[in-house]
């Protein structure tokens, strides 16, 4: 059977792999633009000379040995626990999610035991039970001072909401911290490909039943060609936006060579009301090379009109708006047997790598079973 893979990032590649590997699939993979890899793609830039990750960092993390196992066959792995600092208003960093640290620098206080932090905290936060949105949530933990320095403005810059119309899904991606752990994430597996990702999507696309065609534009004409397309394009976009465009929010990159980078962690926050919402120091992330200060970039969240229509995060509210109008395009995507949309643009979903592969092998086995 001859089936097409629209998009080479996780999710494409993930399916196509697992079709061409039971030998009764041709896989064709197109995608538009000219490299593999999706978002993931890191390449060496040509003024560092080093590898740096050109849709924004991408860090691998992931409760499932499943999952991990599975792309063992295409990497090597290095054992990599990620930290981000925020720039405090007085120009000091912390530790951030916030941990006892942060609150220690930021007030100066001397918190000695997470008792003693939780004991802090609770005289500040707010006592919402149920909280209904983000702010709320935040709120029930932090308090408003905290929320507002830490989130709120973060938050406004990187989707263009306040954190009253945000889902609290979003914010809870960052672990709530009493005691002095600096690290971004609580998963059990945290390590990176040893070579970079895109050597890891080299192997994965290398087989005798997948063609790549790089530079090439899905056209649904293409579609008589093939027995089963698996679409990762924006859905919306695939059905000519027929119930209006879905809102997806974009960032712009700015690079910056020669540039003094004095922290310790890759990744800094700012919590200002500036336009930036982070900057990354690529020579401290693994297989990446180079010095600190060789390639430092930039990220200003935008709406991706304003980005060349490169849709990065899927934007979610508490109106649900988003969320409706994706069930209408859902709903006739289920109308379509020869097609399955994939990834975080087809199934408007805000995935993680792992999520993403997890997902994917599950459509894979799914169509694999259905088929037999
Ligand atoms: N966030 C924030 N301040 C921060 C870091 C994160 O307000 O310093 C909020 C913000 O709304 C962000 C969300 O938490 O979009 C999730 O953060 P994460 O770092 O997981 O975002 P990603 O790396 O996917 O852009």
Request: aromatic share 14%; with cysteine.
């Amino acid at each position: 059977m001859k089936t097409l893979v629209v998009g080479a990032g996780f999710a494409g590649a993930v399916i196509a792999r697992e079709l061409a590997c039971t030998e009764r699939y041709n896989v064709t993979v197109i995608d538009k633009r000219p490299h593999i890899a999706g978002n993931a793609y890191d390449p060496v830039h040509p003024e560092s000379g080093a590898r740096y990750h050109q849709y924004g960092p991408h860090i691998f993390h992931t409760n499932s040995g499943d999952v991990v196992d599975y792309l063992s066959q295409f990497t090597k792995w290095v054992p990599y626990r990620h930290q981000v600092r925020a720039i405090l208003p007085g120009g000091q960093s912390a530790p951030m999610p916030i941990n006892r640290d942060t609150l220690n620098t930021h007030y100066g206080l001397t918190l000695s035991s997470d008792e003693e932090m939780r004991d802090y905290l609770g005289q500040i936060r707010e006592p919402i039970d149920e909280p209904a949105n983000a702010e709320e949530h935040l709120f029930s933990i932090y308090g408003r001072e905290l929320t507002e320095l830490f989130f709120g403005r973060y938050t406004r810059k990187m989707w263009g909401l306040e954190l009253s119309d945000m889902p609290i899904s979003v914010v809870a991606r960052l672990p709530v911290r009493y005691g002095q752990d600096p690290h971004y994430f609580n998963d059990e597996y945290q390590i990176m490909p040893a070579d970079g990702y895109l050597a890891l999507f080299e192997k994965m696309l290398d087989h005798e039943n997948i063609q790549v065609r790089l530079n090439t534009a899905f056209d649904k004409a293409m579609e008589s060609q093939y027995d089963h397309v698996f679409n990762s394009m924006p859905i919306d976009e695939y059905f000519d936006n027929e119930f209006g465009p879905l809102p997806y929010r974009s960032i712009r990159f700015e690079h910056r060579f020669n540039e003094v980078f004095d922290h310790d962690v890759p990744t800094v926050n700012f919590t200002d009301d500036g336009r930036y919402t982070r900057k990354t120091c690529w020579a401290l992330y693994p297989a990446c090379g180079g010095a600190p200060g060789d390639h430092v970039t930039y990220e200003t969240p935008c709406s991706y009109e304003d980005n060349d229509f490169e849709r990065y995060y899927p934007i979610k509210t508490v109106d649900g708006w988003p969320q409706r109008r994706y069930k209408q395009y859902e709903a006739l995507a289920k109308q379509r047997d020869n097609v399955t949309f994939i990834g975080r643009c087809g199934q408007y979903q805000y995935y993680d790598m792992h999520q993403v592969v997890a997902n994917s092998l599950m459509i894979a086995q799914k169509f694999l079973d259905g088929a037999r």
